[in-house]
Every structure is written in structure tokens, then in C-alpha cells.
């Protein structure tokens, strides 16, 4: 495998149209079809675009985890070159914060927690079908970290949503099951609950860096 330069990082974004990509991905994966309404970019042009900033590792494309005949763009928020280059979009507005998976035993509470380290922004979560219990690999990688799950136990979506909430949805199920009118922002996770520790720590560090972002653009709002 050919090791990409810092070069070859900065050759993929400097172009107008491959900016405005790395832009709408700013807080929210996006498929192919929401990319070419938000950029306005033709299909043919976004998949150009797209292409060069998958060879530079800048954008990462991801089969659903729920739907497989989906894929969603990611940002490669791992690069601190992408994480900086992407402009500082402009969140969702709310009174709260609910982060949605579909068990809410891991990756919603990841963001939860993650999320109220960071800012007072009332935040929830809940899962479209709540698990018995947090799952304890995920409860262990929060303790890593200083934290511990918001809730004692999984909540549903169904109890916990309310109008004027800002929704996330942190898996491809919860997105697809709950769609647009009611999601504010998608964020393509794949589930460590199949794995080991090392998957839950690793789910826990993709979302760190979107926490953050979103915290960072809500202060601003």
C-alpha cells in the first residue's frame, strides 16, 4: 500500500468543489444523493470529487451497517490536516441534545457522556430498541476515560424524544429507521458490540473528535 504525504492531503483539498464536500461533511455523513443536493454538484462532477479525496484518504465511504444497499461519506477525522480544513458548520438549533443508536448500550452513551464533559447543553440518549442493560465493555471504556453512562439503563427513542430536540443518530439503523424529518444529523459509527474491548475504544475515539465539533459549533450558535 502506498503511504500518503501530508502532500497528497493538501493537493486533494485544494480545489473549490472538494472543499465544499469536505464542508457538508463537517458534522454529518452523508450519502451520495444528500452530497449532490447540499454541494450542488452534479453526480457525475461529485463523484470525480469524491474519488480523488478517497485515494487521499480525506473522505471514507461506508456501507450501511442497517440498509447495505446505502453508503454514507465520512470525514477521515483521525487526519488533523481534514478535521482542521473543515469549515465550522452551522449546527442544528435546540434546547437538547438526544444522541440515538439503535440499542443505546454503547455508542449513544459514548456521545452522551462525551458531549456533557464538554459543554452545560442539556443531552439524552435513547435507542430505537433499547438493549437490557449499557453494555459493560462500553461502561469499562467510559471508566478509561474518567466517565460513566448518563443513564443507568437503555432508554427507548420513543419515551425520551421531544419536540425542539436536536437528534443524532450514531448508528446507520437509528438513521434509517427514524429517517430525515426527524434526525437532525447522522453520524455513520459502525457497532462495537460484536467485538472486543479494543472495538468499543475505538468506537468511542471516532466519535470523541465529532463531540467536540459539535459542542464547538453549538457554543458558537
Excluded at 488533523?80 to 438549533?93: D, K, S
Excluded at 440515538?100 to 430505537?128: E, H, I, K, M
Aim: glycine share 4%; net charge negative; with cysteine.
Amino acid at each position: 500500500m502506498v503511504e500518503l504525504t501530508r502532500m497528497d492531503v493538501l493537493a486533494a483539498l485544494a480545489e473549490p468543489n472538494r472543499l465544499a464536500i469536505v464542508d457538508a461533511l463537517a458534522l454529518d455523513d452523508l450519502s451520495p444523493k444528500e452530497l449532490t443536493s447540499r454541494t450542488g454538484q452534479q453526480p457525475s462532477l461529485l463523484a470525480h470529487h469524491l474519488a480523488w479525496l478517497e485515494k487521499a484518504d480525506v473522505v471514507r465511504r461506508r456501507r450501511s451497517d442497517g440498509d447495505a444497499r446505502r453508503s454514507y461519506f465520512t470525514l477521515a477525522w483521525d487526519n488533523p490536516i481534514v478535521a482542521a480544513t473543515a469549515a465550522q458548520a452551522l449546527a442544528p438549533t435546540g434546547a437538547r441534545v438526544v444522541f440515538v443508536c439503535s440499542a443505546n448500550s454503547a455508542r449513544s452513551q459514548f456521545a452522551a457522556s462525551l458531549f456533557a464533559s464538554r459543554t452545560d447543553v442539556p443531552v439524552a440518549s435513547a435507542g430505537t430498541v433499547p438493549a437490557a442493560r449499557v453494555h459493560p465493555l462500553a461502561a469499562a471504556a467510559l471508566a478509561n476515560e474518567g466517565l460513566s453512562p448518563l443513564s443507568a439503563r437503555p432508554q427507548s427513542a420513543s419515551e425520551v424524544l421531544r419536540e425542539g430536540d436536536i437528534v443524532i443518530a450514531v448508528c446507520d439503523q437509528a438513521f434509517e429507521e427514524l429517517g430525515r424529518d426527524l434526525i437532525d444529523l447522522h453520524w455513520s459509527i459502525p457497532d462495537p458490540a460484536p467485538g472486543s474491548p479494543a472495538d468499543f475504544t475505538k468506537a468511542l475515539e471516532t466519535i470523541n473528535p465529532r463531540v467536540a465539533r459539535l459542542a464547538d459549533a453549538l457554543s458558537i450558535g
